[in-house]
């Protein structure tokens, strides 16, 4: 399954246990219906921005939807692989802060990178100063350009108690336990 498959899965799972409608929560994150439909079926253009707000919605953190269905040994043995950065407080889009770390360690510029995730040197600048506009479909291209999952990109500076403790509020919101 892809991250943005189950990205919308979850926000099918977060929605339904919480009573909420596709209605109610588009209109709550400012979306059509139509558009939260796409989303929930895994579509690969949403935004960073879009995913952000519907996450609010439903009271998590935007950087665990992708994971808290997932057994905490599958979560923690795929981030363990990850190179090992100073671990730093972040946000929604510390993705992009992560995108810069993990770029420079390869020794790689940013038009060699944007050349390996097929975009443009000025799109990849945008993304790395942290544009919430950016298309998840981006970020996929960005991460397999670094052989990893949008996941293990996401969580490259995030300490493994940080991580599992907002995997723990997402499960307690959509009212699950995994162990």
């Known amino acids: 399954m892809t991250d943005l498959v189950e990205i919308g899965k979850n926000i099918v799972l977060l929605r339904n246990e919480q009573g909420l ?20 079926y895994g579509c690969q253009n949403a935004t960073v921005d879009t995913l ?4 609010s919605v439903l009271g998590i953190d935007s950087r665990v ?3 808290f269905s997932r057994t905490d040994h599958a979560i923690l043995s ?7 950065f ?14 810069v770390l993990l770029r420079k360690a390869e020794n790689l510029t940013q038009k060699q990178l944007a050349c390996l995730s ?16 950016t298309t998840t479909n981006k970020l996929l291209c960005i991460a397999e350009a670094f052989n990893l999952s949008l996941m ?22 959509a ?3 995994q162990v």
């Open 118 to 133: 097929s975009m443009s040197v000025v799109r990849l600048r945008v993304i790395e100063r942290g544009c919430a506009n």
């Open 65 to 67: 939807f992708g994971v």
């Open 152 to 173: 293990r990109l996401n969580y490259l500076t995030m300490s493994e108690d940080e991580l599992m403790e907002i995997i723990r509020k997402a499960r307690d919101r």
């Open 21 to 40: 409608t596709q209605e109610e929560v588009a209109f709550q994150s400012n979306l059509s219906v139509s558009r939260l439909q796409t989303i929930e």
């Open 78 to 84: 795929e981030i363990r692989q990850l190179p090992q």
């Open 175 to 177: 009212g699950s336990r």
């Open 86 to 99: 100073p671990k730093r407080k972040g946000g929604a889009l510390q993705i992009c802060d992560n995108i």
């Open 52 to 55: 952000i707000r519907i996450a």
